[in-house]
Structures are given as C-alpha cells and as structure tokens.
C-alpha cells in the first residue's frame, strides 16, 4: 500500500509508504488523489497530516519514469487537488522534500518540518525545472528573489533557513507525528488560508531579471535547465498562473527529453550504484572507526583531513619529528584554508584539527583499524612502509595504499597477511574530490574490498573499483589525452586551439593549461619510469620543454609563458619553434574546434573501452564517474562513455577509422567495434 489513511479524532494522517525515498511513482500519484476525494467527503475529517515512512518525506518524481511518457494523473494535478480540497492539508516534512516532493508540499495549506529536514528543487541537477508548480508557486510564496537562489542553484535549504525564507510555518522540535497533529489541531477551527495559486507575486525590481539572468548564466556555462528555469519564474511572476503553469510544464516536457537530461539522469544513477556494487552484495565490511596516514605531504596531509570530516580519528606518522610538524601544518593549512573560506567554523577547525595525533612511532598504529599510506611514488620506500605496518598493525587492520602508478601487488608482496591491503586512490585535493579508485590485488578480501566502498561512503567520495595496470581507470585514459594532444600539435593545432577546443567542449580546463598548473615534472617521471620498463610514451614536445626545465606555471613557463604573478597563459614563441621542429616532416593541416574535440575524446573512448574488455573497469558507467569526478569532464555530457553512446558508437568507430588512417591515433580496438556492432557498451560488461 503506497498511502494509508488513519483517523484520530477530527484529524485524518495520510501516510505515504513508497520504499526507498517515498518517489511519485503513478500509484502513489493516483494514491494521493483518491484521498483528496476521500477526505473531502468525510464530514468527520477537519485537517489532514501528509507525512512519509522510512528515511524521508516525498523525494520526488519517480526519475525511473522519465525516460517513458508521462501517466495519468499527472503531478500538476496531483498538487491542484491537494491546493484544492475543502480541508487544510498540512505537510509534515522529515528528511528530504525535493522537487515534486516539495511541490506536493506547496499544494498544501501548511508546511511543518523538523529542524533536520532540507527542501530543495534540485531539478536543474537533472536537466530539467521543476514541473508541478514549483516556479510558479514559489515566488508566489517567499518572493521572486529567494525563489531565483532556490530552483536555479537545485541545492536545498535546512527546516531552519525554509522557516525564515516563510517556506515552512513551524520547526517541530520533538515528534513529527505528534507535533503536526498539535499543529493540525490548532488550525483545524480556522478558516482555510489562500491558495498559493491565487497569491500575487510581489513586483521584482527595477533590473532584478537582466541581473539574474547574468548571474545564472555565468554559472551554468553551459548547462541549459538553470536559465530555462529563470525563464519560468519570470513568467511566473508577469503572467497569471494558468498561462505560466502551461509555460511551466511545457518547458519541463520538451527539457526532460533533451540530452543534457539523458546525460545527467545516467550520472544521477551511476552515482547511487557506485557505492553499493553488486558484486559485494551481502558481504560484511570490515569495521572501520579509526585511521591512519603515513605520510603528510600533499596527498596524505588531504586524505587526513578527509577521514577527519568523516569524524574518524586520525594519526599521522611521518619520518621524524621536524616532518610530523610539517606534515601537521600540512593539515591545519587546510583547515585554515575552509576556514578563511567560510566553510567552516574556527571552532569545527580546531576540534576537527585536535582529532589529528602526529608522530614517527609505528607503535601508535597497534590498534588502527586503517591504514593509508601516502608516502613518495617510490617501489621500495612503499615496500619498507609496509613491511613496518604488517608487522605493528592488527592482522585484521585494513592496509591500503595511495600509489597513482605502482602495481599495489608489487608495493604488497610478502606482507603479512595480504589479504587485509589494496589500493585506494584519491585525487588532489583529497578532502575536496568526490573520486576514489579502489584498486583490489589478487589477494584482497571481499570484506576488506567491501570496507572501502563502506568508507568512501562515510567520505562522502564516489568510490570505482578498478583493476590493476598503468594508471588504472583515470590516470590511464590521461596518457591517451595527453598524447592526442600533443598529436594534435604535430599536425598544425596550437596548444590555445587545443584548450579553447575542450572549454568549448564543457571542460574547466585545456590539456595544455591543465599541465601547466598541475607541472609537466610529474608525467615526465612517469615517462621515464614507462621507459625503463621498455615503453615508448609519445611525449616529444614535452620532453622537450622539460629538458628546459620548464615545468608549468610554478618555474614561470611550460606550455605556455607566464608573467611573474600572473596566472594567465601567453602563447609562447620559444614552444611554437619546438612544435615546428618536431612537426618538420609531418603533414600539416587545418583543424576545426568540434575536429579537435573529437580526435582527444574518442581516442579516450577507445581506450576506455579497452579498459572495460579488460576488466579494469567493471561498468561503462564507472568510467564515466571517473572522468566527471576526477577529471572534471563535465556532468551535463553524461562522461565519455555515455556522450560516445548518445553519439552512436558506429560515427565514434567511423571518425577512429578516418584518424588512424591519417597516422593521428590508434584504430578503434576489437571492443569498440563489439560495442558498436552491439549497439552499447553493455556488451562488453559481462
Ligand atoms: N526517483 C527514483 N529513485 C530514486 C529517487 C527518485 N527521485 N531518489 C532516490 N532514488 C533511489 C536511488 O536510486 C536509490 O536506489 P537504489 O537503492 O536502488 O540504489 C535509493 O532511492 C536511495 O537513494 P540514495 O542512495 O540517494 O539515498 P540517500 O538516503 O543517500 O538520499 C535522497 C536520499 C536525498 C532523497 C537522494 O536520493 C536524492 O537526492 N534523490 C534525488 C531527489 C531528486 O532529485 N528529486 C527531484 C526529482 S525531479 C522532480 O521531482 C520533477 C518534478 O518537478 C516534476
Ligand atoms: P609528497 O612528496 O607531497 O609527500 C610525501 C610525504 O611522504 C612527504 O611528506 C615525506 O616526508 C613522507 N614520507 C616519505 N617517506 C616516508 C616514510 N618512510 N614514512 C613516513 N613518511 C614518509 O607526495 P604526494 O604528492 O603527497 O604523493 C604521495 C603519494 O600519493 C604518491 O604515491 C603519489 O603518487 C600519490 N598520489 C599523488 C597525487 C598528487 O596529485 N600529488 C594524486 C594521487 C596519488
């Protein structure tokens, strides 16, 4: 039963029962109808509570629903019947009431919350605007204004702020149940209050939409729901409601099909599989409730503060005592960091910072049930870490380590117990990227494995499994765009040509600039480290530039010039020579933004799928997760898997074939040309 209705004395309590997160699926739709109907009739009813079972209130629309046509009744009417009925309804909020949650909400008479509650319209996060109601009757109800920071941002709002803002009338502090029942009570004699439909908007100000609608823009690049969105409450506020309902659901229908919705309602899902794969299923973390990180350099002095935010204590060891002060400054730079920025409190910081125990005595880790390593990229300063761990730690003790390139089997081999370690990869800057790549060896066990996915959900991080080879998911997929990149180069592009190329595609950054603020020195070591094991990286032009020691922005040139204290790239004459020598026999051509776009992403395509045939990658998706959290490729195209899919994987094979014949990459692999013939790359997800 998705709704169940109860009587106590005059109030009647609704309860909406639809496991997970209360969803407007049909049924509960046509649910919620019927007891309008039904409660109207019932002459004994003279108020009714709208409240949720389980973890949440209504959290939306059903969003599995969205890729089929919609079915009656549809949830603008839904919200008109409950606005409508001849008793007040009173909406009792736990947890989270989102987008059709929230407009079910605004059907109502009343909204209570308790104080833990968030309201949001988070719709633009999937392509699309609100589409029962929301920018109609919310500026309706708390002003144009707050409306415009509410359904453009998509972020929610705390019960508290919602209370100010006029969008919840009480903060119950207790029971909900029993508190909005009072609430009921109290407003059951009362005649009932206007409909929000039938308030005016108050007037905006002079310039109030040219102004918002810069600073919509100017945030959403190219996202296109924010300002379709703004459009809405425009229309909401200068027309009646009737025309901007229609304007309202119109634009949502024509936005829900479009493919930056396709796109970020594949994201919204991989999100939600990724912390919990199937693979795993009824398999028991171990318990992790305390950690450790060897090393307080950039990487460890990050992943501590991410452990600390979780809430778990942390101890820091480094090599000797002048290393644990700086690594310890390492940390409360960070925190000093969020606190400038006004993220957090000085008190959070300083307790945050307490919880943080550094020194140089493995003795401390005897009963640490994790522990990081995050020391250099060396093989055998890894080995000698591990060796000390295995011997001093539990032997039920999660061991992992943050290598970027080392074969976790060799940093692991001969320890202790191998069935307690694995990898777990974190970006710069760890407390602030959402990726983690979990990286299992041969020996690693399911509850060990199962432990990692329990703390990156506790990190609030999007964990990936990924299998063991060069760079594993992310920083393998980088090789190839780099390379292309500087393929690119070869054949008459410029490093400008090739970033404005890939902003114009959605990305923050161009290769070029991307390796000038991050330093080329790092690739260069793993090239010479490719090398030596008898590799042959493709990287002349930036051989070159290290050879000349520069190094990015940090020694004042590397792709391109800088001017002392100034972040802004200038083509350099010194590298143009360079690409000109190395380009001297190569044929030289033309090259359009949407050409150049295409001869990085695909073979980055081409590699992915490599990378699912082998393996390395259990889901397509998984892929896509990777690129948008730690690359930063962006959401709206849904990752390169899904933006190759939306393509159509025969033109992806087809532009491959044209750049290999050219010399300008490798040929689509025998898994792309599967994937293709298959229609998705589901075919190669065994
Ligand atoms: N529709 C369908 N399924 C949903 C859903 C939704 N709106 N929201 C969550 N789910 C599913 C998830 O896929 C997941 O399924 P699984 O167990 O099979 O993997 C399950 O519910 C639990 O989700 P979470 O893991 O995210 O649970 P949390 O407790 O961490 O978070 C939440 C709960 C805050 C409600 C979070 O799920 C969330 O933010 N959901 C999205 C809400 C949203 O975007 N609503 C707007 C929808 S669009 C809309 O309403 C249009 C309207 O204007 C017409
Ligand atoms: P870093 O050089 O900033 O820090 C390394 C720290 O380890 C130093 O503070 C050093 O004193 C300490 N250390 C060295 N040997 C030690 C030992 N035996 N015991 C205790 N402490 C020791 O290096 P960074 O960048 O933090 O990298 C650390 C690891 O993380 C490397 O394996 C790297 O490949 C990996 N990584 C780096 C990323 C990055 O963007 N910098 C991203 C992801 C992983």
Redesign the pocket.
């Known amino acids: 039963m998705t709704v169940t209705i109860a009587r106590e004395g005059s109030i009647a309590v609704v309860t909406v029962d639809n496991p997970p997160v209360n969803a407007l699926s049909q049924a509960l739709r046509q649910a919620l109808v019927e007891a309008v109907v039904e409660l109207d009739a019932d002459a004994t009813v003279k108020a009714v509570v709208l409240i949720c079972a389980g973890r949440t209130f209504i959290a939306g629309a059903d969003v599995s629903e969205f890729g089929k046509p919609p079915r009656p009744p549809h949830l603008p009417d839904v919200v008109a019947a409950i606005e409508g009925a001849k008793k007040p309804w009173v909406a009792a909020i736990h947890g989270s009431a989102l987008g059709g949650g929230l407009e079910v909400a605004l059907g109502c008479a009343y909204r209570v919350a308790v104080s833990s509650a968030s309201l949001g319209l988070p719709e633009v996060k999937l392509g699309i605007i609100p589409g029962a109601g929301g920018t109609v009757r919310l500026p309706r109800l708390i002003g144009a204004a707050a409306a415009v920071d509410l359904v453009t941002g998509g972020s929610p709002v705390g019960a508290k702020r919602a209370e100010g803002l006029g969008l919840v009338d009480v903060v119950i502090d207790g029971d909900l149940r029993a508190g909005s029942m009072a609430f009921a009570e109290g407003i059951a004699e009362k005649s009932l209050p206007q409909p929000i439909s039938s308030r005016a908007v108050p007037a905006a100000e002079a310039g109030f939409w040219e102004s918002a609608e810069k600073a919509v823009a100017a945030k959403a690049k190219r996202e296109i729901a924010p300002l379709r969105a703004l459009a809405s409450i425009r229309k909401a506020c200068e027309t009646d409601f009737a025309e901007a309902m229609a304007f309202e659901r119109e634009t949502f229908l024509a936005l829900r099909g479009s493919e930056q919705a396709a796109a970020l309602r594949h994201v919204f899902f991989a999100e939600r599989a990724a912390p919990r794969p199937p693979e795993l299923a009824g398999i028991t973390p171990r318990d992790i409730r305390s950690a450790a990180v060897?090393?307080?350099?950039?990487?460890?002095?990050g992943i501590a503060a991410a452990l600390r935010d979780a809430g778990l204590p942390v101890v820091l060891?480094?090599?000797d005592a002048t290393?644990v002060e700086?690594?310890l400054a390492n940390v409360k730079a960070i925190y000093d960091g969020s606190v400038k920025r006004g993220r957090l409190t000085q008190a959070v910081a300083d307790q945050r910072m307490a919880g943080v125990a550094g020194g140089?005595d493995y003795g401390l880790l005897a009963d640490t049930d994790l522990v990081i390593e995050?020391?250099?990229?060396d093989l055998a300063?890894?080995r000698?870490?591990f060796e000390t761990l295995s011997a001093v730690c539990r032997v039920d003790a999660v061991l992992a380590?943050?290598?970027?390139?080392?074969d976790p089997g060799a940093i692991s081999d001969g320890i202790a117990h191998p069935e307690r370690f694995l990898g777990l990869?974190?970006?710069?800057p760890?407390h602030v990227m959402k990726l983690l790549e979990i990286v299992p060896t041969e020996t690693t066990a399911p509850e060990v494995l199962a432990a990692s996915f329990a703390l990156a959900r506790q990190l609030a991080k999007i964990p990936v499994r990924a299998g063991i080879c060069d760079g594993f998911i992310g920083n393998r997929i980088l090789k190839v765009t780099r390379a292309q990149a500087e393929r690119l180069l070869l054949s008459g592009a410029t490093p400008s040509a090739v970033d404005a190329a890939m902003r114009a595609f959605g990305l923050p950054m161009g290769p070029f600039e991307a390796q000038d603020l991050?330093g080329l020195d790092?690739a260069a070591f793993q090239r010479k480290a490719a090398r030596e094991r008898g590799e042959t990286p493709f990287a002349p032009v930036a051989e070159r530039l290290c050879a000349l020691q520069r190094f990015g922005q940090k020694t004042g040139g590397g792709w391109y010039d800088y001017q002392p204290g100034d972040r802004a790239p200038k083509p350099s004459e010194t590298v143009a020579a360079i690409i000109a020598e190395e380009a001297a026999d190569r044929p030289q051509r033309a090259w359009s933004e949407a050409e150049i776009a295409d001869a990085i992403l695909l073979p980055m395509v081409n590699e992915a799928t490599r990378i699912l045939a082998e393996r390395v990658a259990l889901r397509a998706a998984d892929i896509d997760l990777v690129k948008i959290h730690g690359y930063g490729f962006p959401r709206w195209r849904g990752g390169p898997m899904h933006y190759a899919e939306a393509r159509g994987l025969a033109d992806v094979v087809a532009v491959l074939d044209r750049l290999a014949a050219e010399g300008l990459a490798e040929a689509p692999s025998e898994g792309l040309r599967r994937a293709a013939a298959a229609g998705g790359f589901s075919a190669l997800e065994r």
């Not at 990869?425 to 710069?428: D, G, K, P, R, T």
């Open positions: 060897i090393g307080g350099g950039t990487m460890g002095a060891i480094e090599r290393a700086r690594g140089d995050a020391v250099f990229e300063v890894k000698a870490v380590t943050n290598t970027s390139y080392l990869h974190f970006f710069s760890a991050g790092i």
